[in-house]
């Protein structure tokens, strides 16, 4: 693992200077030399962000595998217990030992002396991630016989609550508005709601509920926009946009239907008291980076580690008995308590932006997921059911405050302005979107396309070959297929020569640009949240292990948060399936190594995919913003690009 973060943070580290070397000797002094030397000036910061990740990844992964190799956590073989009420968890076998799956589940004893109820997993959170975990391992035949707590702060509901709906005389519907609070789900969070058999209910509320088949994404600064389908990537759609409390509620109700899950809530979590090994683990420090306290890896210090000596955690509540658990799952969103209480301290930024969201009444229904980078951040129009969408604007701290204090019109004004709003960039003409580089007489034309693309083909050849590099470390095919893209675009010269007569808001043909539908009025209180980058730098520890929210988080321009934690869940049961069958202790750190192997390189990439595209988006500079537009229109003339960024936004190639 530390080789691969080795091998990636050179990579970032030097993909700057190898664009800009190629810039140079094909000619950087072009006009499409001096965009793209200007982008790579604006993503030279994000290629360091990532270095500076891949190099948190290298010190936490080496810390906790030398602390696996030198500790090995004391277990006792107790048994498990009857279903309790309050929850606990079966004690861990030996690592090693030969005891097999089945005696570890159904042994008779129910609790210990002194730490109450033991469970074999608790899970700590009952969103949206918690919950699909819970649901995932009492239905597979390896380890539904496992006894699982799922613990929350606040009541678990199995039926969705309709949300307070704003009365407006232009709402085109009267059904009750979904909640503000929704998720784009890809294929492959489909898949894992299938195999867990929750996805037929969810699928079936067609207002909470609904397909799109198509994505449009577009720039405020230029003609460039790219438009794809779910056919281009032979797939029936795109993704469902979902209300997180349906899905929540669906897999609530598929749980009450398995005896060995317990639900305690609401409960709040007071401390974990982990295995007494385990705060003697090494200090690990790391001090160019923001971060909560406490090490990279594991450490005992923040939460504590004078547990009753049979290898367990145990967790304290502030109002219930303890229970133990052999494995604690953090999936208590951002702000994990699990996660510090483990002294697993993550690495990030904050954006200082807010994610306003509101449910909207649209003047006509869509399938179309909409979305144009504005200057203050990216504005998305998701479908919903019943002439609904879902508005999710990222956007400066003072403008959030400005949109939750508007009336439920004035809110739809503010987004229609802002999809169709002419933000009188010099190449903005009635309607008509102009590229100012394109020379007026057909001389200077021919010589000065014939200049700027020379410059220009050669830096994205090098980008390519950058991307390529960078996918190479990390195994990422999502970017190996983007540098595909890249190298087989539509050549500079047709975009230069089509994009004067290239109008902006057409309609008509599937793959041209489309006006999005009018919002009418807000359905749904406006919301807000802040926006930042965050990542665990390591997902496990002895007894403990994260995932969702609580190891990582990223920016939402690209729906793509929920899906990484759905990721999650899928490979943490694949690994927890294989212990219990060979009947390994699923709790033993140095076996749980695999899924963040897995996970750490998948949401890695994603996060630094997201934190480049914020950041050269947010760039509003003249060279940048041209380079952009023309960028998306080159990616828009290439059907394997279109391929790939379908089954990019599906979740196909990750």
């Given at each position: 693992m530390w080789r691969l973060a080795r091998v990636a943070s050179r990579s970032a580290c030097h993909a700057p200077y190898l664009i800009s070397e190629s810039l140079a000797a094909a000619g950087g002094e072009s006009w499409a030399g001096g965009c793209i030397t200007g982008l790579v000036s604006d993503a030279t910061p994000v290629f360091r962000n990532i270095r500076l990740l891949a190099s948190a990844l290298r010190e936490s992964t080496s810390a906790s595998s030398s602390a696996a190799a030198s500790i090995s956590p004391p277990v006792a073989d107790t048994g498990g217990p009857p279903r309790p009420s309050s929850g606990a968890t079966d004690p861990p076998t030996t690592s090693g030992s030969s005891t097999t799956a089945s005696s570890v589940r159904h042994s008779s004893s129910s609790s210990s002396s002194r730490g109450g109820e033991v469970f074999d997993v608790a899970i700590v959170g009952g969103g949206l991630i918690g919950a699909a975990a819970a649901c995932a391992l009492s239905t597979s035949r390896l380890t539904r016989d496992l006894r699982i707590a799922l613990i929350d702060a606040v009541p678990l509901s199995q039926t969705p609550q309709t949300t307070t709906t704003t009365s407006s005389s232009s709402s085109s519907s009267s059904s009750p508005a979904p909640d503000a609070r929704v998720i784009a789900v890809n294929p492959s969070s489909i898949d894992l709601l299938k195999r867990v058999g929750v996805w037929n209910d969810i699928a079936s509320d067609t207002v909470r509920a609904a397909p799109f088949q198509h994505m449009q994404v577009w720039d405020f600064a230029g003609p460039g926009f790219i438009r794809f389908n779910a056919s281009d990537s032979r797939l029936p759609h795109l993704g469902y946009i979902v209300e997180n409390k349906l899905i929540v509620s669906s897999l609530l109700r598929r749980i009450q239907a398995h005896p060995s899950v317990s639900l305690i809530a609401p409960a709040k979590l007071q401390t974990i008291k982990w295995p007494k090994p385990y705060d003697s683990f090494p200090t690990v420090t790391h001090n160019s980076v923001k971060s909560e306290s406490g090490p990279l890896g594991p450490l005992g210090s923040s939460g504590d580690g004078d547990g009753d000596g049979d290898g367990l955690a145990e967790i304290h509540f502030e109002s219930r008995p303890p229970i133990q658990a052999r494995l604690v799952i953090g999936a208590d969103g951002s702000r994990s308590r699990v996660r510090s209480l483990a002294g697993l301290r993550t690495v990030g930024w904050p954006y200082h932006q807010r994610g306003v969201i509101s449910t909207v009444d649209l003047a006509s229904p869509s399938i179309t997921a909409w979305q144009r980078f504005l200057p203050s951040g990216p504005?998305?129009?998701?479908?919903?059911?019943?002439?609904?969408?879902?508005?999710?604007?990222?956007?400066?701290?003072?403008?959030?405050?400005?949109?939750?204090?508007?009336?439920?019109?004035?809110?739809?004004?503010?987004?229609?302005?802002?999809?169709r709003k002419d933000f009188a960039s010099p190449g903005l003409s009635q309607g008509t979107l102009k590229l100012p580089f394109v020379p007026s007489s057909a001389a200077a034309g021919a010589a000065g396309a014939a200049a700027a693309t020379s410059g220009a083909a050669a830096a994205v050849a090098a980008a390519a070959s950058a991307v390529s590099a960078a996918a190479a470390a990390a195994g990422n095919l999502a970017a190996a297929s983007l540098s595909s893209a890249l190298a087989s675009a539509t050549p500079l010269q047709s975009l230069f020569a089509q994009a004067p007569t290239n109008p902006l808001y057409s309609s008509g043909a599937a793959d041209q640009f489309q006006i999005p539908p009018e919002v009418l009025s807000a359905r749904s209180k406006v919301l807000s949240f802040p926006l930042s980058l965050q990542n665990a730098g390591s997902y496990v520890a002895p007894r403990c292990v994260l995932v969702g929210d609580a190891a990582h988080t990223v920016h939402p321009l690209a729906g793509q948060g929920a899906n990484l934690g759905f990721g999650d869940v899928t490979a943490l049961v694949t690994v927890l399936e294989r212990l219990v069958e060979v009947g390994e202790d699923i709790g033993e750190v140095s076996l749980l190594h695999s899924y963040?192997?897995?996970?750490?390189?998948?949401?890695?990439?994603?996060?630094?995919?997201?934190?480049?595209?914020?950041?050269?988006?947010?760039?509003?500079?003249?060279?940048?913003?041209?380079?952009?537009?023309?960028?998306?229109?080159?990616?828009?003339?290439?059907?394997?690009?279109?391929l790939n960024f379908a089954a990019f936004a599906s979740g196909t190639i990750l």
């Open positions: 504005l998305a129009l998701l479908p919903l059911g019943d002439n609904f969408s879902n508005v999710v604007w990222s956007t400066t701290e003072e403008h959030a405050l400005k949109l939750q204090s508007m009336s439920p019109g004035e809110f739809a004004g503010a987004v229609n302005e802002a999809f963040e192997r897995e996970r750490q390189a998948a949401n890695i990439a994603m996060m630094g995919a997201m934190d480049f595209l914020k950041r050269v988006f947010a760039t509003d500079t003249f060279p940048v913003a041209n380079a952009r537009s023309a960028g998306l229109s080159i990616l828009n003339s290439s059907p394997l690009a279109k």
